[in-house]
Each structure stands twice: as C-alpha cells, then as structure tokens.
C-alpha cells in the first residue's frame, strides 16, 4: 500500500506517530495498522454515542500493544449501543463494526462507523424534532 502525505502531516503506524517535514510517499510493503491524522478524531468531537465508539477503535489501533483498558470499554460502549438502538440499518452497522473489532480490522471498523455518522444524525434529529416544535 502506498500513501502519500503532505509536509507537516502524521500517519499513525502500529501505535507509532510519525510526522514529516515535506511531502513524501510511503510504501508499507507488510500487514501494518496505519490511521492518517485527517482521520484522527479528538475527543473533544466525540459528542455522539456513535463518535464516542468511533473514538474507542481509534485508540485500539493507534496503541495496539495496550488494548485492555480500550477493549473493555468499547465492549461496554458496543453493548449499550445495541441495547437502546432501534434503527435495523444502525444495528446491522454495528453487528459489521463488532465483527471487524473481533478480527482486529480497526481500520475498516473506523470506515464502517464513519459510514453509520449519518444514520445517527438522521436519528438525533427525528430525536430532537418533537422538542423543537414545542
């Protein structure tokens, strides 16, 4: 696999954060977990369940040496999220999620939650509407 990042830009690589000072091309030539910082979350954007979850696989691949702590409360986390969701779409989302944590697939997790930020949006705001009206 082959990136390309711009000067100044990070890649997390197997828990290893690595910043360059000009625009280079890597070629990851092994089976390597790798984030680009554009897809690096802060916490503080972390306000929904679903981005909080998104957050939690985050941290399981940029340390995957220490994932106890990060495996745990994202078992909590998936859980609780199943229990009180609804939406046949979300559930079905976060049973692929589920899977590819399993298999230690984190990248492709964070793509399949990335992909359900819509759906909850879309159900936050059916959510909220009966508040806003009144």
Known sequence: MKISLRAGERVYING???RVDRKVSLELVNDVMFLLEGQVMQASEATTALRQLYFIVQ???M???DIRDASALYAQHHSALVAVCESREMLAG???VDELVETTRYFEA????RALFPVEQAILA???APF???
């Open 110 to 113: 964070l793509k399949r939650i």
């Open 59 to 61: 941290l399981m691949l």
């Open 126 to 128: 059916g959510a909220a």
């Open 132 to 134: 806003e009206a009144a």
């Open 16 to 18: 290893a954060v690595l």
């Open 63 to 65: 340390n995957p040496t």
């Open 94 to 96: 976060l049973a692929a």
